[in-house]
């Protein structure tokens, strides 16, 4: 045999085999499980590591945008008649959330922190001042009123004394009053019987350049599925506002964190403060942000549904106000606080009819995160929530008049975030170098073919020849 027809054979039986490993590769995932493996060493939370750093101190910037519903026809309200309101905002804050008093526990398997916000206005960002004037529901009233109304003399106290000062159901504050707080008449009057009462009132009241108390996180040391996972939260590993052991389990992150490795047939799970209560998003499709792919989740109506699964949820057991809509006067110090989507998006039809003004729609009061699902970052996201407060008719208070029964908005909220454009480059070179790692067994699968076919071209070429030189040797003899 020549020295090209060994070269040629040699050629052939290279091309089977490298095809034969690049399909071997492909099928046994082990370049993919090489780059899983090395993404799962290094998103872990301890000192020195990258994910650490964007942990304790995210560099993207986060803003809070409140939206508040000012009530436009107060007095026929209180003759029976349907509330009409106004969205006004947004009304803008730069929010800043390190993580401080930081502390490894457990030998770097947990660590425990505190998650300090502190809101900064901006003006620029926003429809108006904070000295802007919203028209909305008395929730201190509300609160007195339902707490009293089932004790007569109390309550006929609290009535009269709520006339002589023209207490009523609706009040006027200003946007920054309403959100960080002010002295409340009602309760400051009822603090010369009662204290310990705080006569300052705020949707937001102390939660300003504050924390929700002490958390302690899983590191992901042990499995990276426990990056980010709250362990505890407050000393507890559990809460106690509801009725169920599931209903009271804190699952999953606090939002801002995700394991890696994310597949679209995850279930996320989170843990609000703001709603006392564990939530859920699943998987709703493929999304990019600032050149960086990544997998949208979003919370599914079944979250706030009114099902046997949420049943733990009714306060008190047994009252559940419909789908869609959560009350959460356990947590919120007996006040009549009722959460849900922006506009009751997602909820029972009966609570946007109960309202002119609402307009639910998908793309504007969804809750949304994407992640990217090789690192698990966090390259957008939209918590969207409203404040509603149940109200109805007290027959002991004339301050309510007529009013129907009703889950009345106050405002709501957009906390959001979008990757910063230097953590998006750094990203987007580690999905390039992982998806280079990845797509080398389909490399060797067309280095194969591309062997196999110059095999192919060159057997053909040589036997071309061999053949007219065979045609034509029996005319020579003729």
């Not at 089932?150 to 946007?175: C, G, P, Q, W």
């Not at 409340?184 to 504050?210: H, I, R, S, W």
């Not at 996972?229 to 801002?256: F, H, P, R, Y």
């Not at 859920?280 to 099902?307: D, H, Q, W």
């Amino acid at each position: 045999m020549s020295v090209k027809s060994c070269c040629i054979y040699s050629t052939g039986v290279i091309s089977i085999l490298t095809l034969i490993a690049g399909i071997v590769l492909v099928l046994s995932q082990v370049f993919q499980n090489i780059l899983n493996a090395k993404i799962k060493k290094e998103i872990v939370l301890r000192n020195g590591t990258h994910a650490f750093d964007v942990w304790e101190n995210p560099p993207p910037p986060v803003y809070m945008q409140f939206y508040f519903f000012n009530v436009t026809n107060p007095a026929e309200v209180l003759k029976g008649e349907r509330p009409a309101v106004l969205e006004v905002g947004p009304y803008t804050y730069r929010e800043f959330r390190p993580m401080e008093q930081v502390n490894f526990l457990e030998n770097g398997t947990k660590v425990s922190a505190v998650n300090t916000k502190t809101y900064v206005f901006q003006s620029d960002m926003s429809k108006g001042p904070e000295s802007d004037l919203i028209r909305t529901i008395n929730i201190p009233a509300v609160t007195v009123m339902e707490k009293f109304k089932d004790t007569r003399v109390i309550a006929n106290i609290i009535s009269s004394y709520m006339k002589s000062v023209n207490e009523d159901l609706f009040t006027t504050h200003s946007v920054g009053e309403l959100l960080w707080g002010y002295q409340d008449g009602l309760l400051k009057a009822l603090k010369v019987v009662e204290p310990t009462l705080d006569d300052v009132f705020g949707l937001f009241y102390k939660q300003n350049a504050t924390d929700d108390g002490e958390y302690v996180f899983l590191t992901g040391q042990q499995s990276y599925k426990d990056f980010a996972v709250i362990d505890q939260w407050k000393g507890q590993s559990s809460l106690n506002w509801w009725t169920t052991d599931e209903c009271n389990m804190i699952n999953g992150t606090n939002g801002a964190s995700f394991h890696p490795i994310i597949t679209k047939n995850e279930t996320l799970y989170m843990f609000s403060s703001d709603l006392c209560r564990s939530i859920y998003a699943i998987y709703e499709e493929e999304s990019s942000v600032m050149g960086v792919p990544g997998y949208r989740f979003s919370l599914p109506s079944k979250v706030f549904a009114n099902t046997t699964d949420n049943a733990g949820f009714c306060s008190p057991p047994g009252n559940c106000l419909g789908s869609g809509v959560l009350q959460v006067s356990a947590c919120k110090q007996d006040a009549p606080i009722v959460m849900s989507s922006p506009h009751f998006y997602q909820a029972d039809e009966k609570f946007v009819k109960d309202i002119f003004g609402m307009k639910p729609d998908k793309k504007q009061h969804e809750t949304i995160i994407d992640i990217n699902p090789l690192t698990g970052i966090v390259l957008q996201a939209a918590k969207r929530l409203q404040v509603n407060v149940f109200v109805e008719k007290i027959p002991v208070f004339s301050q309510t008049g007529d009013i129907r029964t009703l889950v009345f908005p106050v405002l709501y909220l957009n906390e959001s975030v979008v990757i910063d454009e230097v953590s998006a480059k750094q990203l987007q070179v580690i999905v390039a170098e992982g998806n280079v790692v990845v797509n080398i067994p389909f490399m060797l699968i067309g280095l194969g073919i591309l062997l196999g076919v110059v095999f192919m071209v060159v057997q053909c070429r040589q036997r071309i020849p061999e053949s007219s030189s065979a045609e034509r040797q029996p005319l020579l003899k003729s």
